[in-house]
């Protein structure tokens, strides 16, 4: 299996496939490399690498759960890329990943040759972020793939209504472990103590300033149409600050969009036929 060291001595799983402009794939809050399982068939024509953040998926966790922040995150991503000796990557970024590459353009501009958001912008509003809050770090009450199942298609409904069945039980079985004493997490679930301990710090930083540092590179923003973490509002916002951003909504999807959607691919492309 394919890890790299950081420099502060964590081992981080990562993807790398494929031939061609490379494609850095990074996944939302609690996710995983395995995030990116509906976009990869529509890829082949990009090196795709993906990357498990510090605590998620096949990644060491941290002794120290502060270090579960963006800005750390951010530095093992240019730490993947100075191990693959990669100058340059395009970077898909679902939510913390989008919030990632943001800080990425505004860090280390030089390393990016594109940047796609799904369903991320420069602000959150609080409501969705009381909805992760309820469940970040806490074992699901269902014990079961198909309890789990069952309850988040019930909860995903709304905002997912054309979605059957069978991906929402796809996606309980790639995100959580069945054992006798029910279902487990694939993460490191002091992630929600880190998530506290920011929060109680203080408000969180003007993140406008990181978005706008995509200034001058190809870059587009995904959001779905019923999505309570990038809203209409921001939505529209971030097109009038940043005129070359290309934007679509999605139909029918919250947060976040599975990236297999037309809408979706067809924005990542034409973005990503942007680069010289």
């Keep these: 299996m394919p890890f790299f060291e950081t420099t502060d001595g964590l081992r981080l799983y990562f993807t790398d496939t494929g031939e061609g402009p490379p494609l850095l794939c990074l996944a939302g809050l609690t996710r995983d490399s395995r995030d990116f399982r509906y976009f990869a068939p529509h890829a082949a024509q990009y090196r795709m690498?993906?990357?498990?953040?510090?605590?998620?998926?096949?990644?060491d966790q941290d002794p120290d759960y502060m270090n579960y922040n963006v800005l750390?995150?951010?530095?093992?991503?240019?730490?993947?890329?100075?191990?693959?000796?990669?100058?340059?990557v395009a970077i898909l970024g679902?939510?913390?990943?989008g919030l990632?590459?943001?800080?990425?353009?505004?860090?280390?501009?030089d390393r990016l040759s594109a940047v796609i958001l799904n369903d991320v912008g420069p602000e959150i509003p609080p409501g969705g972020i009381a909805r992760i809050m309820e469940h970040v770090g806490r074992r699901p009450a269902a014990k079961t793939w198909d309890q789990a199942a069952e309850?988040?298609?019930?909860?995903?409904?709304?905002?997912?209504?054309?979605?059957?069945?069978?991906?929402?039980?796809?996606?309980?079985?790639?995100?959580?472990?069945?054992?006798?004493?029910?279902l487990s997490l694939r993460y490191d679930p002091r992630l929600r103590d880190s998530l506290l301990a920011q929060a109680k710090a203080g408000p969180p930083p003007d993140l406008w300033p990181l978005f706008l540092a995509l200034d001058g590179l190809p870059c587009g923003v995904i959001r779905g149409a019923n999505s309570d973490i990038l809203s209409a509002e921001t939505y529209v916002e971030?097109?009038?600050?940043?005129?070359?951003?290309?934007?679509?909504?999605?139909?029918?999807?919250?947060?976040?969009?599975?990236?297999?959607?037309?809408e979706a691919l067809a924005l990542t492309q034409s973005v990503l036929d942007q680069i010289e």
């Design 72 to 88: 750390r995150e951010t530095q093992d991503v240019l730490e993947l890329l100075d191990h693959l000796e990669l100058p340059q």
């Design 94 to 97: 679902t939510s913390r990943g």
């Design 151 to 182: 309850t988040l298609e019930a909860s995903m409904a709304p905002a997912f209504k054309d979605v059957p069945a069978s991906r929402w039980r796809e996606e309980v079985e790639t995100f959580y472990d069945q054992t006798p004493d029910g």
């Design 100 to 109: 990632v590459a943001m800080m990425l353009a505004a860090m280390a501009k």
């Design 49 to 59: 690498i993906t990357l498990d953040a510090r605590g998620r998926g096949q990644s």
């Design 238 to 262: 971030m097109q009038r600050r940043l005129t070359a951003l290309q934007a679509v909504e999605v139909a029918n999807r919250g947060h976040v969009p599975f990236l297999d959607e037309p």
